[in-house]
Structures are given as C-alpha cells and as structure tokens.
C-alpha cells in the first residue's frame, strides 16, 4: 500500500515537474543571458508552481480550506490562477522579460483551464495533459537549443515513455488526454512563441 501511496505522490507531481520544464527552457530559449533567463524561469516557477501548491497544502493540513480543492468549482481556482498569471505578465512587460515565457505561461493556464471547465462534461487527466502539452513545447525548445534533432528526439521518447506508464490502467483516457493537450497546451504555445519573436 506505501508503493502505491508514493506512485499516487509522484504521479500528482509530474505535471509541476513538466511545466517547470518547459518555463524554464522557454526563459533559456529567449535570448538572455543564461544567468538571467535561469532567474526569470526560476521565479516564475517559484511564482507560478511552489507558491500555490505550498499555501494550498499548508491551509489543507490546517484545516482551513471547506472542501478539498479537487472539488473545488473551477471558477476560483481559474481565477487565482489568472490573477498570478496576469502579476507575472505585468512584470514580464515592466522588467522587459523573455516574451517566450509569457507563451509558457499562458500555454499552462489554457490548458489548466480545458481541463477543469470540461470536466463536468468530459474528463481529461491533467498528468497526461501536461505530458501532451510538454511533448510538444519541450521538442520545439530544445530544438531551439540545442545543435541537432538528439535531445528533442530523446525528449519525445521520454514523454512517450511516461505517458505508455500512464497508460496501464487503460489507454482510451490517456491518450485522449495528451492528444488534447499537444493540441490545446502545445498548440497555443507553438502559436504564442511565433508571435512572440
């Protein structure tokens, strides 16, 4: 039981881990100096990721949240989400920030976003919608990146990987889940970054 408790953990924090990739490639795509795109990606995801997860799960354990905020209505999570969002693009205009971060960002809440506005109508998982999402902005970035198709070739087969481990339990909610997020996540993300250079 204390495995499956830990794959449960782990599996709740690859859609961070995922997303803190792409912000963090996507500030180092932009640019900048190394030094001052690991700073924007940093503190995005400090911003973004750490922050709401360490209030959200430090009011849990108090006991001061009503109801769990899995079964919280999507309107205030969304909203919160955007208000964080809206902070971080202000600053990214102000500060004069990676615009391919903006793209990230915005690449995260839509599809945050899908995912708790349609699940009263159909269910998405969100793991497989960031490894969707992920299979398609981490290839372009490392493509940016790096000389050569090696790391964005490994990338895809990496993400192939952990979405066939999510695909145990049955493939039909899986996929459909990574398809919507490569086309929804990914898509806008692609879109985004060439407006945005």
């Known amino acids: 039981m204390a495995g499956g408790s830990r794959d449960l953990k782990a599996s709740n ?7 803190s990739a792409v912000i963090l490639l996507a500030a180092l795509s932009s640019g900048m100096t ?6 924007w990606g940093a503190g995005t995801i400090v911003l973004l990721l750490v922050f709401p997860w360490l209030l959200v799960r430090g009011l849990d354990r108090r006991g001061d949240l009503r109801s769990s905020i899995a079964r919280a209505p999507a309107t205030p999570v969304i909203a919160g989400a955007g208000a964080l969002c809206f902070i971080l693009l ?10 391919a971060l903006a793209a990230a960002v915005f690449a995260m809440l ?3 976003a899908v995912v708790l506005v349609l699940d ?25 990146l790096a000389s050569g198709p090696v790391l964005p070739a490994a990338a895809v087969l990496l993400l192939c990987a952990l979405l066939a481990l999510r695909m145990r339990g049955g493939w039909q909610l ?15 993300f692609v879109l985004l970054q060439g407006l945005s250079t």
């Open 13 to 19: 924090m690859l859609p961070g881990v995922l997303w």
């Open 34 to 39: 190394t030094a001052a795109a690991s700073a």
């Open 90 to 99: 202000r600053l990214i205009l102000w500060l004069d920030g990676p615009r």
């Open 110 to 112: 839509i599809s945050y």
């Open 120 to 144: 009263r109508a159909v269910k998405l998982d969100w793991t497989c919608v960031s490894i969707g999402a992920a299979g398609v902005a981490v290839p372009v970035l490392l493509f940016a």
């Open 174 to 188: 899986p996929l459909a889940s990574a398809v919507a997020g490569a086309a929804v996540g990914g898509g806008l």
